[in-house]
């Protein structure tokens, strides 16, 4: 270990073999959960699927869960493995996805937190923080009722999985599959010793799941976040098109909007950017967040689950298309809310109250 602090290289090398690692026991962990979820039986997943059914209900489980696990990754990846396993179905997936979107804003709110002790740097970290939360809140208003009524998330994103089949794509993941079902042969057979399989095989790959995103989400953060610092501003804002690019690619590399996102709100609150640079990188993070999924889906090699996960993606897609014409209206609403919340510790006070009480209070609808 000596020789690895020692020599950048060498470092180097071996974070790229624990991304390796790592994402392989990611994808296994999906598959593990699938296969768990089958074992549970044909009237567990009638019954999830049951709870589920009520596509508000769908909705309101996605912000919760995701606002306090803090990753839609992780959120969509379980949504993924729901659905390979049969506990879930296209049509109760997918108001869970969006519902992801807008949990997952929170930690960009608790870090411009950092910058409270001064009113003026606060109200611009706090502004550049909520826009991804309005942006999201508002991709949701339009799309969740035209979801509902006409389908048009699920429609593009069966014909999508269509095309990926007919082009050949889930034999690009064959391989993958052989060096992953053995494996789930042998965990299978471990756990069979033990009462309550199902739900120890479940409880499981769960945690060996968060296990390899933390791991894998860390790692690479380390690799790629201390290149990014020497070019953020030379390259990152020139234009609405590279910063939606830039954070399209960080979000696929460290594999977290999360991080992406909230790396950038000390700098907003510094001056270093604005609004609205940051706004497109925002947009940039909601789509590649998606990758996650993807890769879990595609290694289940089932179609329903690769048809969730692109749902994701059109949905982010569908939502800059509609939306970005009209960026001043989430800009605006964040710009007057950092404004308000900044003017004294009472306000503040007020909007953090209020802003906690709207992703967790759907918990009481969800209960009852």
């Keep these: 270990m000596a020789a690895l602090t020692y020599n950048p290289l060498l470092k180097k090398i071996y974070k790229v073999c624990v991304v390796i690692l790592t994402l392989y026991i990611f994808l296994l962990s999906i598959k593990l959960l699938g296969h768990s979820f089958k074992l549970f039986g044909k009237g567990f997943a009638e019954t999830l699927i049951q709870m589920t059914s009520n596509p508000f209900a769908g909705l309101l489980i996605g912000i919760v869960s995701t606002s306090l ?26 108001p869970i ?50 979801e509902i009524y006409y389908n048009i998330i699920t429609r593009v ?19 993958l599959k052989a060096m992953i079902d053995p494996v789930i042969d042998v965990f299978d057979n471990l756990f069979s010793y033990l009462p309550y399989t199902h739900i120890m095989l479940m409880v499981f790959s769960i945690i060996l799941m968060f296990f390899a995103l933390t791991k894998l989400i860390k790692t690479m953060r380390s690799l790629v976040l201390t290149q990014l610092e020497i070019i953020i501003n030379d390259y990152l804002f020139k234009n609405a098109l590279t910063g939606l690019l830039f954070g399209i690619l960080m979000t696929i590399l460290v594999q977290s909007s ?21 706004f497109p990188y925002t947009l940039g993070a909601n789509i590649g967040t998606t990758v996650t999924a993807l890769l879990a889906a595609m290694t289940t090699q089932n179609d329903i689950a690769v048809t969730v996960a692109f749902s994701h993606l059109v949905f982010n897609i569908f939502g800059i ?25 009472k306000n503040l006070t007020l909007f953090i109250i209020v802003y ?9 609808f ?3």
């Design 69 to 94: 696990i803090q990753s839609s990754s992780t959120t969509t990846s379980i949504v993924v493995g729901l659905v390979a396993g049969g506990a879930l179905n296209l049509e109760s997936a997918v």
């Design 258 to 278: 999360s991080i992406t996102t909230s790396m950038i709100i000390p700098l907003a609150g510094a001056g270093v950017v604005t609004i609205r640079q940051l």
């Design 97 to 146: 996805i969006m519902g992801a979107n807008i949990g997952t804003t929170i930690t960009n709110t608790l870090v411009s937190f950092g910058h409270i002790t001064n009113r003026i740097e606060f109200k611009r970290a706090f502004s550049s923080s909520v826009v991804h939360d309005f942006f999201n809140i508002l991709a949701v208003i339009v799309l969740f009722p035209l």
């Design 356 to 364: 906690i009480l709207l992703h967790f209070i759907p918990v009481i």
């Design 366 to 368: 969800i209960i009852f």
């Design 321 to 345: 298309v509609m939306l970005y014409p009209f960026r001043e209206i989430p800009i605006r609403l964040a710009e007057w809310v950092g404004e308000i919340a900044s003017v004294s510790s």
């Design 157 to 175: 994103a069966v014909q999508m999985e269509v095309l990926f089949s007919g082009a050949g794509g889930y034999k690009a993941f064959n391989p």
